[in-house]
Structures are given as structure tokens and as C-alpha cells.
């Protein structure tokens, strides 16, 4: 996304400290006296030898710091290795977008939890993200920020890496002037989380001119007088909406699927230019990393394919090989990149296509039973990088030593279908 451009100055940031330098320290300057300045000399390689110890403790902290820093970094990689996949179905095409742009992930044991209550600090940081905020939230000075909350201090200890991201949002607004504390670990309430993503989008001018509208639900004085204009514009925008029995339940806790369904909802009013979704079919199957979408008015497109980047076909997951000329298809950009196609409408299956492919192992996938489940690989032809991703037969045969099966292993693989029915290590 883009950066918005609207910056304010309420908090301010604490300068880096300063790590210790390999400066030496200078001897004292004492008389000539051959006792008293051997004495000194003793005791100064004494405090030579403490201080580089003090020195090795520290360089050990800044390793700790820097492991810690890498961990954080990879809970915010993207995986498609949803193992409660059952679990997500309304959810799935949500969860997958968002994690397509690094907004929300699923959990380092690959499982996403759907229905776990979701906290504050996890809302406000998918809220950052979902502004485009995140490189600004991580940066070094923001995850420094002297915040003046009354439970600061928690969040330094037990969320270090959330800094930031609180920083951001309350230069944001996402917080209210009255609020005196982040309380990451409650839950996030309907509420909170809809009043979150209509300021996340600036609207808040707009909300507040909507507190005197009429709320069509039973439990709307449950709702404060002061954040009806929030419900009443996400339930306009389409951000939110209530239950069946005409309620909206302005307390109950949001799960992780419905505040997902939530922010790609708030996603869609984003003003982000580099974000758009596009329906169309598809002239041909994916080749070289790119597809190609004829609109409605027959107008075509070429666009470059994310390397995470998800097909949702016939209600499941599938490789890109699994694409077809003729699809329907809805496609969702990200920096100018493919990061999501939904097959609206399949084409009519062609005949049996055999195929073999020579070219490196790039990636290799498993299911949730530890099984081969996808084989991407690397052609180089003409100077160009074809890159081809196939599903797995569950039943594939394998030629070769099989523990060779690794990113660079040169291999070949053949079958019909998208499906690999062979692997020869090579």
C-alpha cells in the first residue's frame, strides 16, 4: 500500500542508545611513583579485564536482541500451511488475502486458529498493517517510542515488538484522547474493532456526523450514544453487519475469522492505488510468473504473479498449474503483483495434457499429514526464469534418493493434469 501522507507530531521518540563503542580507557595521571603506579596498573588490567567481560555481556544481550528481532520477523512471513483449514471455510479467501500482504498470518505451528478470540494489541497491529503502515512501525525509532500509557511497561516486557505499531496508531488516532491504557491481552469487542477500522480509514469526521442516526437493532442502547456514527458508516460501507435475530451485539468478543472478514471488508475502501480487483477470464494458463486477463470490454491485462501467491479454486486451495484458459476469475493486486485469484467459473476441463518438466527444485510443500503436496520448479531459457508450480500425486514415485528432494536439486518431473505423478532426482 501506499504510505498515506498524513503524518502528526503527538508523541515523541527516545534516540537509539547508543551501543557500547571499542574506545579504550585513558590510565589516571598520577605522580611518578613507582608503587602507587604499579598499583594502578594492577588494578586498571583488573578493570580492563571487567570491562571487556561487561563488553562480552553485552554483545550476547545484542545477539538475544537480534534472535528475538529475526523470530518477530518470521512470525510475519507469510504460510499457507493453514492446518485448521476445515475450520476457516467462510473465512478462507479473507485470511488468505490479507495474508498475501503480510497484514495477518497464521501462527509459527501452522495453524491459524479461526475461532480464538483475538486480542487488542493483534487488532491494532492488523489495522497498522491494513494502512500500510508497517515498515514505519518497525522501523528502529518507532520501536523506541516513550509511550506515555499507564500500562506501558507491560507492553515493553510481554509485547516489545507491538511498540511500534501502538506509536503508529496513536499518531494515527486510533486511540482516543481519553484512553489511558493499550490493555493489548483483553479481548477486541465488536465495537472497539468496528470504532478501530473506521478511524484506520479517516472517516471519523464522517462517523461523528452520523451519532444521531436511528440503529435498526434490539440492542442498540447497549451501543454508547457517542459511537453510533461508527456502526451506522461501517454498517453503510459494508465493513460490519448485524445477526440474524436483528442484534449487534456491540460487547461480544471477534474471533480471528470474523475480524479477517472485517479488515478485507475495511480493505476495500482503502485509497490505495496499488490495490485493485479485476474480473475477467484468463486467455491462457499461467506462463513465466505472468497471466493474462480479458476484461469485459476485451481489453487484455498482463500481470506478474506474487511468489506467495494464493488460488482459490472450486472451494479449495490449488497450484498455479491448476489455472486454465477460459476461467473466470476475480484477481486481487498488491504492488503491482497477482496476490490472489478466486476461479468464479471453471472452464470446461480440456483433454488428458501430459507433461515433463527438467528444471531445480525451488520449493516443496507438505500437508498436514506430512505429505508431498506441491513441487515448485526453476527453468532458466533464453535468459529468462520460468518458474512452475505442480500439485503432488499422493501416490507419486520417486526416483533417486528421495532425501535429495531440496531447494537447487536438479530434477525431473512428469504427469498430466497439473498433477506430478513422477519425480526423477537427477
Excluded at 97 to 108: D, H, N, P, Q
Excluded at 248 to 272: G, I
Excluded at 274 to 280: K, Q, S, V
Aim: charge should be positive; hydrophobic fraction near 35%.
Amino acid at each position: 500500500m501506499n504510505t498515506p501522507v498524513w503524518k502528526k507530531t503527538i508523541i515523541t521518540s527516545m534516540a537509539l542508545l547508543m551501543l557500547a563503542g571499542g574506545g579504550t580507557s585513558a590510565f589516571a595521571h598520577g605522580n611518578n611513583n613507582g608503587g602507587k603506579n604499579g598499583s594502578q596498573h594492577q588494578n586498571q588490567g583488573k578493570d580492563d579485564k571487567k570491562k571487556e567481560k561487561e563488553k562480552e555481556k553485552e554483545k550476547e544481550k545484542e545477539k538475544d536482541k537480534n534472535k528475538e528481532k529475526d523470530k518477530n520477523k518470521d512470525k510475519n512471513k507469510v504460510t499457507w500451511k493453514f492446518e485448521d483449514e476445515d475450520e476457516l471455510k467462510w473465512a478462507l479467501e479473507y485470511i488468505m488475502r490479507l495474508a498475501s500482504k503480510g497484514v495477518f498470518t497464521g501462527y509459527e505451528d501452522g495453524t491459524f486458529k479461526p475461532n480464538q478470540k483475538i486480542s487488542r494489541i493483534e487488532t491494532l497491529v492488523a489495522a497498522v498493517r491494513l494502512m500500510g503502515l508497517r515498515e514505519q512501525a518497525e522501523s528502529p525509532d518507532k520501536m523506541k517510542t516513550n509511550l506515555n500509557f499507564k500500562d506501558s511497561d507491560k507492553l515493553n516486557k510481554k509485547y516489545p515488538w507491538a511498540v511500534g505499531y501502538v506509536a503508529v496508531a496513536l499518531e494515527n488516532d486510533l486511540f482516543t484522547e481519553t484512553e489511558s491504557e493499550i490493555n493489548p491481552e483483553q479481548n477486541a469487542s465488536r465495537l472497539w474493532a468496528t470504532t478501530i477500522l473506521i478511524k484506520a480509514l479517516k472517516l471519523e469526521d464522517e462517523a461523528k456526523a452520523l451519532n444521531n442516526a436511528k440503529l435498526d437493532f434490539k440492542d442498540a442502547k447497549n451501543i454508547p450514544a457517542g459511537s453510533v456514527g461508527y456502526v451506522a458508516l461501517a454498517i453503510k460501507k459494508g465493513i460490519i453487519t448485524g445477526y440474524n435475530d436483528q442484534t449487534f451485539r456491540p460487547n461480544q468478543p471477534v474471533s480471528r475469522a470474523e475480524l479477517a472478514a472485517l479488515l478485507d471488508r475495511t480493505d476495500s475502501e482503502m485509497p490505495d492505488h496499488d490495490a485493485l480487483a479485476i474480473t475477467g477470464k484468463l486467455k491462457a494458463a499461467a506462463s513465466g510468473n505472468k497471466i493474462t486477463v480479458v476484461k469485459a470490454d476485451n481489453k487484455e491485462l498482463t500481470l506478474d504473479l506474487d511468489a506467495n501467491v494464493f488460488i482459490f479454486r472450486e472451494d479449495k486451495k490449488a497450484a498455479v498449474s491448476a489455472l486454465r484458459a477460459g476461467d473466470e476469475v476475480l484477481v486481487r493486486t498488491y504492488q503491482n503483483r497477482v496476490v490472489f485469484i478466486e476461479v468464479t467459473k471453471a472452464a470446461t476441463p480440456p483433454a488428458s495434457t501430459a507433461f515433463t518438466e527438467l528444471g531445480n527444485v525451488n520449493t516443496v510443500t507438505l500437508n498436514a499429514q506430512g505429505r508431498l503436496a506441491t513441487i515448485s520448479v526453476t527453468r532458466i531459457s533464453n535468459n529468462q526464469t520460468y518458474t512452475f508450480i505442480y500439485n503432488i500425486d499422493p501416490n507419486v514415485v520417486i526416483t533417486g534418493n528421495a532425501s535429495l528432494l531440496t531447494q537447487g536439486q536438479l530434477v525431473e518431473v512428469k504427469g498430466e493434469n497439473g498433477t506430478v505423478k513422477t519425480i526423477t532426482i537427477k
